[in-house]
């Protein structure tokens, strides 16, 4: 299965799905990076692997249809059958998503439908949990709808919060099941484990 990777950021889990392609564990192709800021490391990882990346961004084009047009085209041209958001901070505009129903994943650091939503990223996620005090958090992987954060969820996997834990403390294990978790969800799209009914997504614990 063609994936497409979309990131804004550091993309260490971009990197963690590389790694785990490289070392035989996930059987998809990354076939393409998409990134709408020109400084991510993400795009330096990509070119480190020799993975095609397209810097893209909705303030280069006059409208969001025509945004639309320009990432289906690509999408298009590389066979692309799955995209996985990893850290990408731009809303994916609507004629996307409605070419690939069930077919776009995110990852949120918390578990939804608590600390998501618009303005819920970074270490601001961690913060609320902390501010609100939660006794647990962790990872939610979700399809992608038209709400932020919103979308059936595929797996979801928690930590303890410790009276200890300040934000970058909490970023820091939370990245960690992350990076353990977003390669299984890909591995059972891509190996068609993973069945939704409505909003109920089975397969994977
Ligand atoms: C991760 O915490 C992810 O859950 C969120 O954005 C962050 C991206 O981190 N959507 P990285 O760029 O993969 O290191």
Not at 97 to 116: D, E, M, S, T
């Amino acid at each position: 299965m063609n994936c497409a990777i979309f990131a804004s950021g550091g993309g260490s889990n971009f990197q963690e799905l590389i790694n785990r392609k490289e070392s035989g564990d996930l059987h998809v192709n990354i076939a393409l990076l998409v990134g709408n800021n020109s400084s991510a490391f993400a795009f330096e990882r990509a070119r480190k692997h020799s993975i095609k990346s397209l810097h893209c961004a909705p303030s280069h084009f006059q409208d969001e249809k025509t945004y639309a047009l320009k990432l289906l085209s690509v999408l298009r041209e590389n066979k692309v059958e799955l995209i996985a958001l990893a850290g990408y901070m731009k809303r994916i505009p609507h004629e996307v998503l409605a070419a690939f129903p069930n077919r776009i994943v995110n990852i949120h650091p918390a578990l939804l439908p608590a600390f998501g939503g618009t303005g819920l990223y970074g270490e601001k996620v961690h913060q609320a949990v902390l501010d609100y005090g939660a006794k647990v958090t962790g990872v939610t992987i979700h399809f992608v709808d038209e709400e932020y954060d919103h979308g059936p969820i595929i797996f979801q996997d928690t930590i303890k919060v410790l009276d200890t834990d300040d934000a970058h403390t909490l970023a820091r294990r939370v990245l960690a099941l992350e990076h353990a978790s977003y390669w299984k969800a890909l591995e059972g799209i891509a190996s068609g484990a993973i069945s939704t009914k409505g909003r109920r997504v089975y397969g994977l614990v």
